[in-house]
């Protein structure tokens, strides 16, 4: 059985016209069984883990080179077709969505790491190699990926969103630890950008131009990433609060005294009470902050002893310590699956996802404010996030043919990235823009910004077949 063609609202499908026949055929010819038109496969492409409704792709093209790349890229420049990159489809804005049709670009099969250089950090590798694998491939070598956005995501996806994730805190995000990069460009190009030099101030500097692009202005096939080296000693803590505000002034002081802490992650009362369902821990239902710490073994004890005292002043309880990895593995795998565990308490439920980033002084006063939001409706929402970096997120479940859950989950939406950018903060820490927060973009950046950036995708993508939809508001 044939699926139904999805039609919405902003993007009818009369809007979208077929793929050229000419095109088609030669797409079989070049791919063969790596190009697809069956409807598991284009669903498969055209969703990903946000409320966004399926928009599915017209085919699928599975690519395993750059150089295959360049020539789906230059055909669906010739052509005039929607062209859509698809990691492993984790994103939560719509990134990988088809709202235009055309094809959907799947890098997956480029999953080969291609060099590593331990003397030198660093490691190159294609896009469709995913973090974990890039961490066993790397065992034994003393050094590791640090970036850890809780998905097991591509890294080329990862670099087009500019992820982020739990350890960002110490080792930062995609924009600190990508060196260089393979881009395909919008004609077909194959451009490399940077070097694996550790500095350079020779021209623009085209991989930070690329890297949270969400693959509207290339696509990124090639990564040399920065690694680093596994630390001596590793501990990590659980500790339970009265209330959040007692939880996140303890983050506040922790970052201000320079303790360099590893993660930092805040989870609420709700987060915790579905994580325990899930995962089959038995943590304090209450709001609750999870540390980590690297270094030596001194270092760690001096970070861990610091930071148990600030938190003890802040009325932090029961501190838990894992030190054995088995024990810090069962910790953070719990963490990790806190999104999927919040989304078990509405059967049936979608999750309406949002995140927000604020300096880190601001955290107190903008968390506080967001759970007054929350007691003001009536749909379940769990708060957690990396707060080390001032950065949070709110799983808003949601039944999405429920006109009320709806409107309540676009009003907290709205509430929260307004006070966000309002405290001189950002619309999305690390979800990136997509579809969801296009509307956004301006009253963050100013209309003379946005302009610019819709300048500079007409400059490079004048057809407008990269991501379309994406990003840029219309």
């Not at 095109?23 to 990903?48: C, E, I």
């Not at 055309?102 to 030198?120: I, R």
């Not at 029961?318 to 593995?329: H, I, L, N, V, Y």
């Not at 823009?433 to 509307?439: D, E, N, Q, S, T």
């Amino acid at each position: 059985m044939r699926l139904p063609i999805i039609d919405h609202g902003l993007f009818p499908r009369s809007h979208r016209p077929p793929l050229p026949s000419e095109f088609l055929s030669q797409l079989k010819t070049q791919f063969g069984p790596r190009f697809s038109q069956g409807d598991s496969v284009r669903l498969q492409h055209g969703r990903d883990e946000s409320v966004h409704p399926e928009m599915l792709p017209d085919g699928v093209v599975f690519a395993q080179s750059t150089e295959e790349v360049a020539w789906v890229v230059r055909h669906c420049n010739q052509y005039r077709v929607p062209l859509i990159p698809f990691g492993v489809g984790s994103s939560v804005e719509g990134h990988v969505l088809a709202p235009h049709g055309g094809l959907s670009l799947d890098l997956s099969g480029m999953n080969q790491v291609l060099a590593v250089h331990p003397e030198d950090l660093d490691a190159t590798v294609q896009a469709g190699v995913t973090r974990l694998q890039l961490n066993r491939e790397l065992k034994g070598t003393g050094f590791f990926f640090p970036i850890d956005p809780g998905a097991d995501a591509t890294l080329g996806g990862m670099a087009s969103t500019r992820a982020s994730g739990t350890n960002a805190v110490r080792y930062g995000t995609m924009r600190e630890n990508v060196l260089a990069a393979t881009v395909v460009t919008p004609t077909g190009e194959i451009v490399k950008t940077g070097s694996r030099a550790r500095k350079s101030s020779a021209g623009y500097d085209l991989t930070r131009l690329f890297v949270g692009a969400e693959g509207t202005l290339g696509v990124i096939t090639e990564l040399t990433l920065r690694l680093h080296p596994v630390p001596e000693a590793m501990s990590a803590a659980v500790c339970a609060f009265p209330d959040v505000d007692s939880a996140v002034q303890t983050v506040i002081q922790t970052i201000q005294m320079g303790i360099p802490v590893a993660r930092i992650e805040l989870l609420d009362s709700f987060t915790l009470q579905a994580v325990n369902r899930h995962s089959h821990t038995e943590l304090p239902e209450a709001p609750t902050l999870f540390f980590e710490f690297h270094g030596s073994e001194a270092s760690v004890e001096e970070q861990a002893q610091l930071t148990q005292e600030l938190a003890s002043g802040n009325g932090g309880q029961g501190f838990q310590w894992a030190t054995r990895p088995e024990d810090r593995s069962r910790l953070w795998e719990a963490r990790h699956q806190a999104y999927f565990a919040c989304l078990q308490m509405k059967p049936g439920g979608k999750v309406f996802p949002t995140d927000v980033c604020v300096p880190i002084s601001r955290l107190a006063e903008c968390i506080h404010a967001t759970n007054q939001d929350i007691a003001q409706v009536s749909i379940p929402i769990a708060l957690f996030g990396h707060v080390g970096d001032g950065n949070f997120h709110l799983v808003v479940l949601v039944d999405t043919q429920n006109p009320k859950d709806v409107a309540e989950a676009q009003w907290i939406n709205e509430r929260v990235v307004e006070r966000a950018i309002a405290m001189e903060g950002t619309c999305t820490g690390e979800h990136g823009v997509g579809m969801g927060k296009r509307k956004f973009l301006e009253r963050e950046h100013g209309a003379p910004a946005v302009a610019l950036m819709r300048q500079l995708k007409a400059c490079l993508d004048p057809a407008n077949i990269l991501n379309p939809g994406k990003i840029i508001p219309d």
